[in-house]
């Protein structure tokens, strides 16, 4: 069966198209269809927690902007305000999918005191390696299967949501007891932290300077270490977060192009359309036309 392609913007009001009623929980949980592909070929934001089990196949795709590769047996989690892109996928691809809404998910993890490390485990290593592990995996999906699709009752999205953490659980203690990498070269960690603080000021920092000093390092050093850890310069990784975003919010929403200019930092709509044109190579007008034309 070829893999469906729904857009972002049409996914709830075409809900029918690739989940039935039994199928689902209204729209706090819902199993989807084989042959659905969620993850996108263009940069989109995820508004749901999306667990994909990958029984055959393999991925190779970014979620915000780090890019992972994953082979079947396997399972990831997209988590909901995520930008996902998809880079290939192979043909064989076989999967089960399984969509959670933000409410359920914050009401997964609000619900026991001590699950604030395991939310952060979940949500910071997105591809579990299961080999060994594929039949719990399977189990798990059969035992979500059986319960959305009884009859409803009053305790029925209360056993999804247990039968979940369980998964979660689970998931994160596999993560545990695989082998922990040696120890990292100097210009490694400079780069996974130089990445990390982009991804929480690109939108108001886009100079290499701010991240220097925030790293008690010299500007000169900093674009070293980056290069020569990643292949790219530290200002491409800016450039990447920024116009990456960008293109999730003029595919995935419907915001005018100034409300997307305000979003990431920018002073005027004329700013951002330089910016966005002289890296992407099409002004966001016409890369958001372009993307209408295709589809």
């Known amino acids: 069966m070829s893999n469906i392609k729904i857009d972002y913007n049409q996914w709830r009001d075409r809900l029918s198209e690739f989940t039935t009623n039994d ?47 994953a082979e079947a047996p396997c399972m990831i989690i997209l988590p909901y305000d995520a930008i996902v892109e998809t880079l290939e996928i192979s043909d064989d691809i076989l999967t089960r999918i399984v969509v959670m809404s933000r409410e359920f998910t914050d009401n997964l993890f609000s619900t026991q005191a001590n699950t604030l490390h395991l939310h952060k485990d979940i949500m910071t290593t997105p591809v579990m390696d299961l080999s060994g592990a594929e039949d719990g995996l399977i189990r798990y999906y059969t035992m979500l299967k059986d319960l959305i699709t009884r009859s409803p009752s009053p305790y029925r999205l209360e056993a999804v949501k247990h039968l979940t953490l369980a998964l979660f659980y689970s ?125």
Request: net charge positive.
């Open 171 to 295: 998931y994160t203690s596999i993560r545990h007891t695989h082998p922990t990498e040696g120890r990292r070269e100097r210009k490694d960690e400079i780069h996974e932290q130089f990445i990390e603080l982009v991804s929480q000021h690109y939108k108001s920092e886009r100079e290499l300077t701010f991240y220097a000093e925030q790293m008690y390092l010299t500007p000169k050093y900093l674009a070293k270490c980056v290069k020569e850890a990643s292949g790219r310069s530290a200002t491409e990784w800016i450039e990447q977060y920024i116009v990456t975003e960008g293109k999730a919010l003029l595919y995935s929403t419907n915001q005018t192009i100034q409300q997307i200019a305000d979003a990431l930092g920018f002073q005027s709509q004329s700013l951002f359309g330089k910016y966005f044109k002289r890296v992407t190579g099409l002004s966001p007008r016409d890369y958001r036309n372009s993307i209408a034309t295709r589809e």
């Open 23 to 69: 199928m689902r929980i209204g729209t706090d949980v819902m199993l989807v269809k084989e042959g659905f592909n969620n993850l996108k070929d263009k940069p989109f934001r995820n508004d749901s927690t999306t667990c994909i089990i990958y029984i055959k196949g393999w991925v190779r795709f970014r979620l915000n902007m780090r890019e992972y590769r």
